[in-house]
């Protein structure tokens, strides 16, 4: 009976082992077999395998029938063997408990078994239950792998996700990193106070054009920030758009009207705008930003001002152009309307070339700024004096146009009249010139003369009217009208060379070599000037030998006559 015993405790024991290995009361049968792997691959890669626990195998239904048969054979024994073999039975149970606690602790293979079970089982299911863990066929549980499972995260990544992560488009876990998230970059992007960083750096490098594009996100992102509009506003400053930085400081302060460095700027940019009462308004507003150098120079422009706008009253035209200069030298250097002034007394003063070039360095704002910062009366006359300059140096289409956008501002008769006759100006001189082409020289004439009876000091007219008298040989009166163009505008260079023609005719070469050479001058590599030049000092040399000729024949007349009277 004790033999019996000890048997059942055996197969008892025999059975939880295999129980806890392949833990059947946790697991189904897998459908699918496992893939076998090659002996011979495995050999090459594995070092020496480690020792292996004795393999036990499940009873089955006739080995627990032999088992009860053999019951009655142990009766035979000898109670002395029956002791001897108990012992040796309980201490194998033990040993194998031990062992089974050992395998639920430790696996049974290494971290290359590992690795090569993998490889050799890429198509093998990464959740499912069983892997094989070398190639003696040896069946683990991933649920047993223990500490060696928790040291590294592995993933099997298939080869339409290996495609996507070359493109950097999938963060997988911690194995597999990508670049920056779009989710991160768009936060960037959506960030008012970076995109406004970013936009300083622009600035410091001179970028102002792609400095205004990002202060205008972060504005569309939060207009309420009254910083991010008055960093446009230096910006604009930067780029000579004064009005518009004028603008954008103007909301900066809207939002926050303690901004110190706003209102500083502001009044700088009133200064330079000729606005000397409104700058000396905003320094007062500027905190510890403003000296009294700033005030002092305001106050100045102001004072100056005042003395532009009192002779320009009195039409002291040399004394405007004066204290306009000065008033562009004392720090209102963009101011539109000193500018108008003074281009205003350059034209009275029939200095049009002069006039056209102090538009020209003047701002060419835009008129909806221009009327925002100075209002419709002081708009129009800064756009009816553009219109007036134009006109006198022939550009007739953008006199029109200036004038005509005057007149929509202030309907005043003295702009009315002014937008009448240059539109007069222009239509005589598309009709002369039309007459012109046909040839019709004596019509054309008369057609410039009726637009110079409107403004007798026209260049353009002027030096049209002396073409059509050039080819009705009215050489005297040609010359005439082209000295008057080029008093008007000494650069004038088609006036120059029609009146080089005219002493060409007229045979006063060494006039026209004068005006040959200067017009060489300011036209380097001129032909048809080069050989002008150099047929009218060929004539001039003939004409002196003409002379010496004459003057010997004179001289050996008289000496006959002295003969022959002796």
């Given at each position: 009976m004790a033999e019996i015993t000890d048997k059942s405790v055996e197969i008892q024991l025999g059975c939880g082992l295999v129980a806890a290995i392949f833990q059947r009361g946790n697991c189904k049968p897998i459908k699918q077999p496992v893939s076998q792997i090659s002996t011979k691959s495995s050999t090459k890669k594995l070092a020496k395998p480690p020792p292996k626990p004795p393999s036990i195998t499940p009873l089955n239904s006739n080995d627990r029938k032999h088992v009860r048969r053999s019951t009655s054979d142990g009766a035979r024994i000898s109670s002395k063997n029956n002791n001897s073999s108990s012992t040796k039975k309980m201490s194998q149970a033990v040993n194998l408990v031990s062992n089974t606690q050992n395998l639920r602790r430790q696996p049974t293979?290494?971290?290359?078994?590992?690795?090569?079970?993998?490889?050799?089982?890429?198509?093998s299911n990464v959740n499912g239950a069983f892997n094989r863990a070398s190639s003696t066929g040896n069946i683990m549980l991933l649920g047993q792998l223990g500490n060696l499972k928790q040291q590294k995260t592995i993933q099997i990544v298939s080869t339409d996700q290996k495609s996507i992560l070359q493109k950097g488009r999938v963060l997988m876990g911690n194995i597999v990193r990508s670049q920056p998230s779009l989710r991160s970059h768009m936060?960037?992007?959506?960030?008012?106070?970076?995109?406004?960083?970013?936009?300083?750096?622009?600035?410091?490098?001179?970028?102002?054009?792609?400095?205004?594009?990002?202060?205008?996100?972060?504005?569309?992102?939060?207009?309420?920030?009254?910083?991010?509009?008055?960093?446009?506003?230096?910006?604009?400053?930067?780029?000579?758009?004064?009005?518009?930085?004028?603008?954008?400081?103007?909301?900066a302060i809207r939002l926050d009207p303690f901004y110190h460095n706003a209102q500083y700027r502001l009044a700088r940019l009133y200064l330079r705008l000729g606005e000397a009462e409104k700058s000396l308004n905003h320094y007062e507003k500027s905190g510890p930003k403003v000296d009294k150098r700033d005030t002092s120079e305001a106050q100045d422009v102001k004072r100056i001002i005042c003395n532009c706008i009192e002779a320009h009253r009195m039409k002291n035209y040399i004394t405007l152009l004066n204290e306009s200069q000065n008033a562009l030298s004392s720090g209102a250097d963009s101011a539109p309307q000193i500018f108008a002034m003074r281009a205003e007394a350059l034209m009275?003063?029939?200095?049009?070339?002069?006039?056209?070039?102090?538009?020209?360095?003047?701002?060419?704002?835009?008129?909806?700024?221009?009327?925002?910062?100075?209002?419709?009366?002081?708009?129009?006359?800064?756009?009816?004096?553009?219109?007036?300059?134009?006109?006198?140096?022939?550009?007739?289409?953008?006199?029109?146009?200036?004038?005509?956008?005057?007149?929509?501002?202030?309907?005043?008769?003295?702009?009315?009249?002014?937008l009448r006759?240059?539109?007069?100006?222009?239509?005589?001189?598309?009709?002369?010139?039309?007459?012109?082409?046909?040839?019709?020289?004596?019509?054309?004439?008369?057609?410039?003369?009726?637009?110079?009876?409107?403004?007798?000091?026209?260049?353009?007219?002027?030096?049209?009217?002396?073409?059509?008298?050039?080819?009705?040989?009215?050489?005297?009166?040609?010359?005439?009208?082209?000295t008057a163009a080029l008093v008007l505008r000494p650069s004038y260079t088609k006036a120059r060379l029609r009146r080089a023609d005219c002493y060409m005719k007229l045979e006063r070469w060494e006039a026209a070599i004068q005006e040959f050479e200067m017009l060489l001058h300011e036209k380097q590599g001129d032909e048809e000037v080069k050989r002008a030049l150099i047929d009218a000092k060929i004539q001039l040399e003939r004409e002196r030998d003409e002379d010496q000729k004459q003057r010997k024949l004179s001289n050996g007349s008289s000496n006959l006559v002295l003969v022959t009277s002796n």
């Open positions: 293979f290494t971290s290359s078994d590992l690795s090569a079970t993998i490889t050799g089982h890429q198509k936060l960037n992007k959506l960030d008012p106070d970076v995109l406004k960083s970013m936009g300083n750096e622009h600035y410091k490098h001179g970028r102002f054009e792609e400095a205004i594009s990002l202060y205008n996100q972060a504005i569309a992102i939060n207009p309420k920030n009254a910083c991010y509009y008055s960093n446009k506003s230096a910006a604009l400053m930067s780029l000579n758009r004064l009005i518009e930085a004028v603008i954008e400081c103007r909301e009275k003063l029939h200095r049009h070339e002069e006039a056209y070039t102090t538009i020209q360095k003047g701002a060419n704002f835009k008129t909806d700024h221009c009327t925002r910062l100075y209002g419709s009366a002081k708009t129009a006359y800064l756009l009816i004096i553009r219109a007036q300059v134009y006109v006198l140096v022939g550009r007739f289409d953008d006199g029109i146009a200036a004038a005509q956008e005057a007149a929509k501002l202030d309907i005043s008769n003295e702009i009315t009249t002014i006759r240059i539109r007069g100006l222009a239509s005589a001189r598309i009709k002369g010139n039309k007459l012109f082409r046909q040839s019709k020289y004596t019509e054309a004439c008369s057609m410039y003369t009726e637009g110079l009876e409107q403004d007798a000091y026209n260049s353009v007219l002027l030096f049209n009217r002396a073409a059509c008298r050039f080819k009705l040989g009215q050489f005297e009166k040609a010359v005439e009208d082209c």
